[in-house]
C-alpha cells in the first residue's frame, strides 16, 4: 500500500513536504535542545478523531454533551501527571508553553506585580518578563543575571535583587543554562520575600523523570513543562501547581485565556506520560546526559569556550566568536550545510546582537532518542570542529554532510519509518 494514502489523494503537495521533511529529520544530526523525536504512538494520538471533538470545561464540568469518552482522556493524562511529578494539580490544556505561562502568571499575580525571571539574553526565556513579551509588559519585569565569572545563578545576587524589588513571582528554569538548578534556594528567597515560586522545567522535564534532575513540583507553588521537548510528547504544555491555585489556574485556561482544548493532544500527552514512566526511560535521560558531557569534553579539546565550562544537563552553550573567531550565526548555517542542525543564541554578557550573536546552542535529546551513544558524540565533536574550521568551504562541507548522513542511517528514528518512503 502508499505511504499517506489519503494524502495522495486528496493534497500530494503536502504529502511530498511531509516525506521531505521526515527526510531531512532522519538524514542529518538534529541538535536542537529544544526538539525530540515523538514516537509512532503519539503521532497515532494526536492523528487521531479526538480532534473532532469540542469538550470547553474540565472532566464532569463540560459545557457541550458527549464527553463520555474525553472525560476519560483527559482524566487519565491528568493523572498520570500528577503521580510522576508528585504535585497536587495537572492541568492538560494549555495550547504550548507560552500560553500556559500566561495562564500560570495570570492564576497568581494582578497586572503591574513586580516579577523577576532569568534576562533572555542570559537565557531565560521570552515569557519570563521579556520587554516584548507581554510578561514584560503586562507585568513589572526585574530580570536577574547570571554571575560574570562563573556564569551560574548567583543566589547572592538574586535573593539582593529579591530584597530590593519585592516581587510577588519569582520564576526559575531556562531555555540555555546548562547546569543544575538548586530549586530549594529559589524557594527559600520567595520565602525570604513574600514571593510566589514558579518552576518552567519545559527543557528538562525528561531529564526529572528519569531521575537525573530535582523535581521542583514539590515546593513550587506553580510552574509549567512543555511536551514536547525532553519528554517527547506531541506539542503542547500543562500547568502543576499547589492545590491552592488549582481554581484559579483552570479559570485562567478556561475561560481566561482559551476555549476547547486540543483533545488529539491531551491524548497524546498521556501517551507520552506513559511512555516516560517505563524503565527504559530513565536509561535515556542518563544517556542524554552522559551524550552532552562526552561532547563538551570532545568540543574542549577542539579549544571550544563552552559556557559555564561544561553541562549537567541535555544542552552546550558554545562561544564561537571569541574562541572560534566566527559569528554564532555564521557557525550555525556551516553546520547545517554540514548535517548538523542547531540554533545560534546569544551567550551570557553579549556583545554581539540577538540577531547575529556570539553563541550557538546544541542539545544531545534527539540523538540520544535514536540510540546514539559516547563514540557517536565524538564523532559528532570532530565534524563539528572541522565544518565550523572550514566554513567557507562548501566542499568540504559537503564531504561532511555525506558522512553524517551515513551514520545517522544506521541510528532508527521514533516516529520515522524510511522503508515506506518508496511505497
Ligand atoms: C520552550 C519553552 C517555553 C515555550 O514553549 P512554546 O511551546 O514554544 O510556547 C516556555 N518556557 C521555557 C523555559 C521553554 O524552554
Known amino acids: 500500500m502508499t505511504y499517506l494514502p489519503a494524502l495522495e489523494k486528496t493534497d500530494p503537495e503536502i504529502r511530498d513536504l511531509i516525506i521531505t521533511e521526515e527526510k531531512r529529520e532522519f538524514n542529518k544530526m538534529r541538535l536542537i535542545p529544544s526538539e525530540n523525536y515523538a514516537s509512532h504512538a503519539v503521532f497515532e494520538a494526536t492523528g487521531s478523531c479526538l480532534t473532532n471533538k469540542y469538550s470547553e470545561g474540565y472532566p464532569k464540568k463540560r459545557y457541550y454533551e458527549g464527553q463520555q469518552i474525553t472525560d476519560l482522556v483527559e482524566t487519565l493524562a491528568i493523572e498520570r501527571a500528577k ?14 508553553g507560552s500560553p500556559a505561562n500566561q495562564a500560570a502568571y495570570r492564576a497568581i499575580l494582578k497586572p503591574g506585580d513586580t ?8 537565557g531565560g526565556h521570552l515569557t519570563h518578563g521579556w520587554k516584548v513579551n507581554f510578561s514584560g509588559s503586562l507585568y513589572n519585569s526585574v530580570p536577574y543575571e547570571l554571575n560574570p565569572e562563573t556564569e551560574m545563578l548567583d543566589f547572592d545576587k538574586i535573593r539582593e535583587l529579591a530584597l530590593e524589588c519585592k516581587p510577588q513571582l519569582i520564576i526559575a528554569g531556562y531555555t540555555a543554562y546548562p547546569r543544575l538548578i538548586d530549586w530549594t534556594k529559589f524557594r527559600e528567597i520567595c520565602d525570604e520575600v513574600g514571593a510566589k515560586f514558579h518552576a518552567d522545567t519545559s527543557h528538562i522535564t525528561g531529564l526529572i523523570i528519569g531521575g537525573e534532575h530535582p523535581n521542583p513540583f514539590p515546593i513550587a507553588d506553580t510552574g509549567i513543562t512543555t511536551t514536547h521537548k525532553t519528554l517527547r510528547g506531541p506539542r503542547g504544555a500543562m500547568i502543576l501547581c499547589k492545590e491552592e491555585y488549582a481554581e484559579a ?19 497524546a500527552i498521556a501517551v507520552a506520560l506513559k511512555e516516560a514512566e517505563a524503565p527504559e526511560f530513565k536509561l535515556y535521560a542518563q544517556q542524554v546526559v552522559k551524550n552532552a558531557k562526552v561532547l563538551a569534553d570532545k568540543l574542549l579539546e577542539h579549544g571550544f569556550r563552552l559556557v559555564t565550562g561544561g553541562t549537567d544537563n541535555h544542552l552546550l552553550l558554545i562561544e564561537v566568536f571569541e574562541s572560534k573567531g566566527i559569528l554564532g550565526r555564521d557557525a550555525s548555517k556551516a553546520l547545517d550545510k554540514a548535517g548538523m542542525v542547531c540554533n545560534c543564541n546569544m551567550v551570557p554578557f553579549d556583545k554581539n546582537t540577538p540577531f547575529n550573536p556570539s553563541g550557538i546552542r546544541i542539545g544531545t535529546p534527539s540523538m540520544t532518542s535514536r540510540g546514539m551513544k559516547e563514540d557517536e558524540m565524538k ?11 572550514h566554513a567557507d568551504d562548501d566542499a568540504t562541507l559537503k564531504r561532511i554532510e555525506g558522512e553524517v548522513q551515513e551514520l545517522c542511517q544506521s541510528f532508527p ?9 518508496n511505497r
Open 115 to 122: 516579577i523577576m525571571g532569568l534576562s533572555l539574553p542570559h
Open 379 to 389: 564523532k559528532l565533536g570532530d565534524w563539528m570542529n572541522e565544518a565550523i574550521a
Open 249 to 267: 489556574v483552570n479559570k485562567a485556561i478556561m475561560p481566561g485565556l482559551q476555549g476547547g482544548p486540543h483533545n488529539s493532544t491531551t491524548a
Open 83 to 96: 503521580k510522576i511529578f508528585g504535585v497536587d494539580h495537572v492541568n492538560v490544556q494549555p495550547y504550548s
Open 413 to 421: 528514528c521514533p516516529g520515522i519509518d524510511p522503508s515506506k518512503w
